[in-house]
């Protein structure tokens, strides 16, 4: 990555943040605090009280998607102060997108909001008109969205994009190559390298820069950036972060930041908002929610949500000499497609699961860990090396057979995916019970409800269909199939990686439950190491297709060897307060 | 920016109140909130399905019979579409010929229906050469304009309802074979079918039990799609004077006969028309609420 | 080899690959089928001919060898340019449709002209407009432009236009007044049809992040629409232009019988209706070698029009 290029705007921006910093800590010389001209000019406060002019004010918000609808966000209020950093935590349907689409002005026609009052920089938004956010976009707020692939125009180049933005705002045709060549240089991309290229010839992370220097092009007071990291890999996310904060602390501006992932709010937020089902339920200080978490379902949320170092890893025993391992893996090898387009999936990979025994594959996207998986079961094939499953070797281009199929089972990642949603979930959970013919029609429903029972699910859900049940019902209802026909190995592709994080714990809980019970063992793959810590025995550390590390999990994690891991281990959100590298910007 | 953009992006508000009473509210609240535009349209397609299969409790006087006296009278409170040259009711002859026009339609469609979803389901299925030989096929088919392609099978079998009708249906073979094909190989990749597949369930069942409940949904809305496009090609065609033979009333060649009365009597063409129109539009409607029902699943 | 010419090249064969199957398939529907050929020769009337005569006609047409030879027959002299003679007037196909081509063509250059604009700016209006209900209105105009039958358009203008108005002579008329009705009639469901197409990928682009990004970057909702929404929904336009030039042909039968031009339409129209294979199967190839064409400039605008469509830029980092 190329280190910022120092600008002219720097000594603006930090002049700005002087001016403004002190404002925000003593509110009652707020008023008289001066501010620089040209900020003056952008703010009116109407009431002459005072009140410290705030980044974002939203007073009472209520949102409703539809008339009759239960409100989607209820009576929530935010401040974000200029140059300080408000985090709006909550899991999927707690509103904070929600919230974040309001402060935007992005809110669809057909939804109704009402609030008691909305300020941008003491400016009143409350009913604003499209010209006026028009207005304000650009100047006084910016927006970074979630990087799903499709955030920049695919059919035309990053400099172009970039160009006609800052055009529309007036700025002159060369005046704007040149902004442009600051803006892209200032998140670490080469004007002339990454200018030229179309948003697909960019990794996203690249793209994500892309949309940060966009929304940061003319330096707004109000950042607003909604889950701007959630579709990264871990180490992508804090170059990201990293650079968000920095960007945003030149500019002197407010950062709203909303996340699903504790971590990274306690590492980049001044103050903390947790929302629930539309509700702010917590808010307060960084340090002081996670000294002191008061509501309950913070305490949840926290407890839930791994901190690496955190987590105790399990207790493992040692394996008996002599066991005959589940699966010995040596000199796994595999690759994709011929000629030019032929990719190293997997090199050389070896381990053995003992009986009863958690192997943890780790790795980022592309690391091999789901390819290496899905050979184990037959799901590929492999090219070279030797696989031993229960003790009988898997040869090398063979399908799975029928035998084999019932002893070990696959769960895939997206529950959502992989329960047809035309079955119920009694059809979802017995068809492997139909597929091997096991037991008559009446003895399989009495096991499907047997099944209800071990997952945890109440029995009169059997007749429900997937799109009725939540995230974590269907990974239950999934893991349910897996168990049907009484397997030994379980092979656990990302099981948990779809769900909120409370969600993600009582899945883990129950599957080392399921575990101790049925003696199973499980390959359990996963990006995520906090989980991993939690779950393995083993870890498999992977990357590029080779296994880069491994051994017990505890020593893995603890006593690192390789850089690649500490990397690994250090990116992961939440770290920076445990390792002593606290407030470093 | 629309809705549909922030219901799938944000929260979905549905995610988190999943809870028991799920399932019978939501069809009752979906009932009542059909469009007007649907009701409307699907209350055509019942008149004009009722005519076709009972005529008789429609007409007012005999389709085929004239009086010489009231020829070319314009809309009136006893012959409410008027009447034509030779002094028939043209409103009976529209009723008349609904059976004509919508039975050789329901034909076309039929034959096509089961001739392009079978080849479809055989070249998803089966080997890469039988797919690529069936989907040149179509290719070719596809090639050549569908009413020109319809055309040459009339030059090749000779005129007539049923004839037309076969030609038509060879001219939409390719659309239905195209979608069956493509469902196949969509739903074959999914996750749900891997696990089938790994829970030991063999193609036959997958395909019966896994795939054709899914695949049931497209391609029923492209049959109505595909049946508003026949009953134009079936007007198209007998207004050319290959359908019917006279004096049987059929929608298209009611408009041929208005043709000739065009500069005086234009109830005789414009009246028809507006029914087929009525008719396709309908279909088109009902065929579009089927599409936008079944994509969120 | 280059790998653009190689591309091209393979394009071109799979073209001719499509023309000989639609050839053979149509061939064999035309010919192999119990027909008989004899009395569309003679004017759909065997009882005057003799039975000389028609061993004659037999002999002449080649109807009396295997239907493999005809069929080899054929194709070498359809190969070498030669679509055989009508069986009605006895001209050569060839220059059957050379004389009814002109007139074709101005219809259909008539009828784009009008449609693809029209239909353009519907789409655009559709997804543009800021009032509701009339968004609602524009976006149901296409699907209600497709459903109308053409013959029926072609009249109405004909009996408001010319017997009503008495503005443009019904039969007759030369140049531009005689060509406009039926462009016209012509374009509404081509126009139609673009409006539909490009509408759906409009919406679908519309409700794309990348429009979210710019909106919030403070772009209007014009320069939206036009610089970020339609340049890849207008890659749509592209994948339709062979059925929407295949359907100009489909529709002149309608549009030229309804107003009397004596275009490839009549012909394919007469021809039909006089079991006149070889001028039926002499139209059938002229449609598919419009489709081949123009999917082969298709194929090689894709790449210079939409660049994901493009092989990857080397890494040159």
Redesign the interface.
């Known amino acids: 990555m190329t280190p910022w290029t120092p600008t002219l705007t720097r000594s603006r921006a930090q002049q700005r943040t002087e001016a403004t910093q002190p404002a925000a800590s003593g509110p009652a010389d707020a008023h008289h605090q001066e501010v620089d001209a040209e900020e003056t000019g952008r703010t009116h406060t109407e009431h002459g009280t005072d009140n410290q002019v705030a980044a974002l004010t939203l007073r009472d918000l209520t949102v409703r ?1 539809a008339p009759a ?2 409100p ?1 966000v209820e009576g929530v209020s935010l401040t974000v102060p200029v140059g300080q950093t408000l985090a709006v935590v909550g899991e ?7 919230t974040a ?1 309001v402060a ?1 002005g ?6 109704h909001a009402r609030t008691a009052e909305q300020r941008l920089m003491g400016q009143d938004m409350r009913g604003a008109s ?1 010209k006026v956010w ?2 304000v ?3 006084l ?3 970074v ?1 979630q990087d ?1 692939g ?7 180049t990053i400099a172009s ?1 970039l160009s ?2 800052l055009r ?2 007036g700025t002159a045709r060369r005046q704007a190559a040149a902004r442009i060549a600051t803006a892209l240089a200032d998140v670490g991309l ?1 004007p002339e ?1 990454h200018g030229s ?2 948003p ?2 960019l990794s996203g992370g690249q793209r994500q820069r892309v ?1 940060i220097a ?2 940061l092009a003319r330096e707004p007071r109000l950042v607003i950036a909604d889950e701007p990291t959630s579709a990264l890999d871990v180490s992508a996310q804090k170059s990201i972060l990293d650079l968000l904060e920095d960007r945003v602390a030149r500019a002197g501006a407010g950062l709203l930041l909303i996340t699903h992932d504790l971590g990274v709010a306690r590492d980049r937020a001044d103050s903390i908002l947790v929302m629930e ?1 539309g509700r702010v339920v917590e808010e307060g200080r960084a340090e002081r929610v996670f000294a002191d978490p008061q509501h309950e379902y913070t305490r949840r949320l926290m407890s839930a949500s791994p901190v690496v170092h955190a987590v105790p890893h399990r207790k493992t025993g040692t394996v008996p000499e002599g066991t005959t391992p589940v699966v010995r893996a040596k000199g796994l090898s595999k690759a994709f497609g011929t000629g030019p387009h032929r990719v190293q999936a997997v090199t050389d990979v070896d381990f053995e699961l003992a009986p009863g025994r958690t192997l943890g594959i780790v790795g980022e996207s592309g690391s091999g860990k789901s390819t290496t998986a899905r050979i184990l ?1 037959g ?1 590929e094939t492999y090219d070279q090396g030797e696989l031993e499953v229960f003790g009988k070797p898997l040869g090398h281009n063979r399908r ?1 057979g ?1 035998e084999l ?2 002893r070990a ?2 769960v ?1 990642q ?1 529950p959502t ?7 119920t979930v009694a059809a979802s959970i017995g ?2 019970l ?4 096991i037991g008559t029609r009446a003895e399989r429903a009495e096991r499907v409800n047997e099944l209800l029972d071990l997952v945890a699910l109440p029995r009169d859900l059997a007749g ?1 269909r997937p ?5 974590g019902q269907r990974q239950r209802v ?1 893991i349910a ?1 897996a168990l049907a026909v009484d397997p030994e190995l379980i092979v656990l592709d990302e099981p948990v990686s779809a769900l909120d994080v409370s969600v993600q714990a009582q899945i883990l809980d129950l599957l080392a439950d399921l575990q101790e019970r049925l003696g199973l063992s499980y390959v359990f793959i996963s990006h995520d190491l906090a989980v991993i810590r939690q779950i393995s025995d083993d870890v498999l550390v992977m990357a590029e297709g080779r296994v880069i590390e491994s051994g017990p999990a505890g020593e893995v994690f603890d006593t690192p060897r390789e850089r690649l891991t500490r990397t690994l281990i250090e990116a992961v959100p939440g770290t920076r307060h445990e390792s002593g590298r606290a407030n470093v910007i | 920016m629309t809705a549909t953009e922030f219901s799938t992006r944000l929260e979905d508000p549905e995610e988190e109140s999943v809870g028991t009473q799920g399932r019978g509210r939501r069809t009752t609240t979906t009932m009542l909130r059909l469009p007007f535009g649907l009701i409307l349209s699907a209350l055509v397609v019942l008149v004009v399905l009722a005519w076709a299969v009972l005529p008789s409790l429609f007409v007012t006087e005999n389709p085929l019979l004239g009086d010489p006296d009231i020829r070319l009278s314009p809309p009136n409170a006893h012959h409410w579409f008027g009447t034509d040259h030779l002094g028939r009711d043209i409103f009976s002859r529209v009723v008349q010929g609904a059976g004509a026009s919508l039975g050789t339609t329901a034909i076309a469609v039929l034959m096509s229906f089961v001739t392009g979803t079978f080849l479809g389901l055989v070249a998803g299925t089966a080997g890469r050469v039988v797919d690529t030989v069936l989907m040149r096929i179509v290719d070719v088919l596809q090639s050549v304009p569908s009413l020109l392609l319809s055309l040459a099978v009339v030059a090749s079998l000779g005129s007539g309802p049923v004839n037309i009708a076969v030609a038509v249906a060879v001219a939409s073979v390719p659309s239905f074979a195209r979608l069956m094909r493509g469902e196949v190989l969509r739903w074959r990749n999914s996750l749900f079918i891997e696990a089938a597949t790994m829970s030991g369930i063999r193609t036959p069942e997958i395909l019966l039990r896994h795939v054709l409940p899914h695949a049931i949904g497209p391609v029923g809305a492209l049959a109505a799609i595909e049946f508003g496009a026949a009953v134009l090609a079936i007007s198209a065609l007998s207004f050319l004077g290959f359908g019917t033979q006279p004096p049987d009333p059929e929608w298209g060649f009611l408009i041929s006969e208005g043709r000739d009365y065009l500069a005086s009597s234009w109830w005789m063409t414009v009246i028809p028309g507006l029914v087929i129109a009525g008719v396709v539009v309908s279909v088109n409607r009902i065929a579009h609420a089927l599409q936008t029902e079944r994509r969120p699943s | 080899m280059n790998p653009v010419v190689a591309m091209i090249l393979r394009r071109l064969g799979f073209g001719v690959l499509v023309l000989w199957a639609a050839y053979t398939l149509a061939f064999l529907l035309l010919y192999a089928l119990p027909g008989d050929s004899v009395a569309a020769v003679l004017g759909g009337d065997l009882s005057t001919a003799t039975q000389q005569e028609i061993d004659e006609i037999r002999h002449q047409y080649g109807f009396d060898q295997p239907l493999i030879v005809q069929y080899l027959t054929s194709l070498g002299d359809a190969v070498r340019g030669n679509l055989g003679t009508s069986y009605t007037t006895g001209q050569p196909v060839t220059a059957a449709i050379g004389q009814a081509l002109p007139v074709t063509i101005e219809l259909a250059a008539w009828s784009l002209l009008i449609a693809v604009p029209g239909g353009i700016l519907v789409a655009l209006a559709a997804v543009g407009a800021r009032n509701p209900w009339l968004r609602n209105l524009l976006s149901g105009l296409p699907s209600v432009g497709v459903s109308l039958p053409t013959f029926w358009v072609g009249l109405l203008l004909l009996q408001f236009f010319s017997f009503r108005l008495g503005l443009i002579p019904a039969i007759g008329a030369r140049g531009f007044a005689g060509v406009i009705l039926p462009a016209l009639t012509l374009s509404l469901p081509l126009g139609a049809m673009i409006a539909q197409v490009l509408l759906r990928s409009l919406t679908h682009e519309w409700t794309r992040q990348f429009v979210t990004t710019y909106r919030a970057a403070g772009l209007s909702r014009v320069r939206l629409l036009l610089s970020h929404a339609l340049p890849p929904a207008g890659v749509s336009l592209l994948s339709i232009a062979g059925v929407v030039l295949g359907n100009v042909l489909g529709g002149a039968v309608i549009v030229e019988t309804v107003f009397t031009r004596n275009g490839i339409g009549r012909l394919a129209e007469t021809s039909v209706t006089g079991q006149d294979m070889p001028v039926v199967l002499g139209v059938v190839m002229l449609s598919a070698l419009v489709f081949v064409v123009v999917n082969l400039v298709v194929d090689l605008l894709y790449p210079i029009l939409d660049p994901r469509t493009r092989p990857v830029q080397e890494s040159r980092s």
């Open positions: 998607y609808a239960s989607a999927s349907g707690s509103g904070k997108s929600t689409a935007a992005l809110l669809p026609g057909s939804a499209d028009k207005n976009r650009g100047d707020l910016g927006y969205p799903t499709t955030g920049l125009n695919p059919v035309r994009q006609e933005t529309a705002a080469d390298l290229r179309y697909h010839e949309l966009l929304a089902k079961l799901l799975q029928r199929a019932t089972r696959f895939h997206d995916g992989s329960l047809d949603p035309k079955y068809e492997p139909r597929g091997f013919r429900r799109a009725e049940l939540s995230g999934s199939r």
